[in-house]
């Protein structure tokens, strides 16, 4: 009765660790991948305000006009010229799935790296595709020999996600560049994920938007406003590549939540100033606290850090923090490897230090 592509889709090991937690009595919980604090105020007023005026009903596939016009002036002011086309979509998780439902035939090939956020092996299956995984260990900088290795003539497209998860790492120009070098000479669509655009503390993001007119932008709201229930993202890039989309949305997802986009009106204007430097600080409290005992890149954004195991066994360590209340994700969730795990730092500084605490006595 299945598929074989729904087949080739394993449970979530995110999932599993939230699955996990129900069953600990007050747990520390370190796994969850999505900001612990409130969605400002003037955003659900604005949210609310909308559901109250009976804005409830579905709205243009491609968003509302005054939010795509915000947000194409928002892109317009960050890279200098406007969009080919831009739509509003149910999450980054939608604006992906539309785009590799667009671009590929059964067996097409898609680059992500290694370490990768880890819907990305399983939206690249769903849609027909399969996954080639560009390797960025130890360090989870981007390397050409790594993409040059797994390019072949199916492949369509590369991913990448700057800040990453699940390493927080930020590319550098030279690497952004890198990648666009590939992509011309092999005449390839640049899917470039950053909706931890905002979670950044050492440096700033390069966009392969800048170099490369095959570009797909993938942003969001989910990260930066707290409100990654609302389901609210974009796409911008191609004009040809977005109209399609556009067309596919109207058959899947139809819209992004009508109320929602208005409220994305309001957020776009709100100040996040203050929580980004709360999560630089929780960043600096991580690296400082694990470096002594943990082999472990400095992240420079998003608000993950993603360490060595001991023993080089991600999914042992895992169990044995969870025998000490404490919950992380094996690597495994996010790699072809098991060797490392991901602490999410979005939780509170008790909190944190307490998990850090027991997780330097486990090493």
Known sequence: MLSKRALKIEASEIRKAFDLARSLKDPIDLSIGQPDFEVPDVIKNAAIDSIKQGFNRYVTTQGIPELRDKLIQRFTQRFGFAPGGLMVTSGVAGAIVLCLMVILEDGDEVVITDPYFAMY???????????????????????????????TPRTKAIII????????TVYSRDEIMLVVDICKK??????????????????????????????????GFSKAYGMPGWRMGYAAGPTELIERMAILQQWSFICAPGPFQKAGIVALDTDMSAVIKEFHRRRDIVYETLKPKFNLVKPQGAFYVFPQAPGNNGSEFVKKAAQNNVLIVPGRAFSEQNTHFRISYATSEVK???????????A
């Open 352 to 362: 944190l230090r307490r998990g850090l605490e027991i997780l330097l006595k486990l």
């Open 161 to 168: 996600t700057t800040p990453s998860n699940p390493t927080g």
């Open 121 to 151: 092996k399983h939206i690249i299956h769903i849609t027909g595709g399969l996954a080639r995984y560009a390797d960025t260990y130890p360090d989870f900088k981007l390397k050409r020999e790594a993409f040059e290795r797994v390019i």
């Open 186 to 219: 092999n005449n390839l669509l640049l899917i470039s994920d950053e909706v931890y655009r905002t979670f950044v503390y050492d440096t700033e993001v390069e966009s392969a938007v800048k170099y490369y007119e095959k570009t797909l932008l993938a942003d």
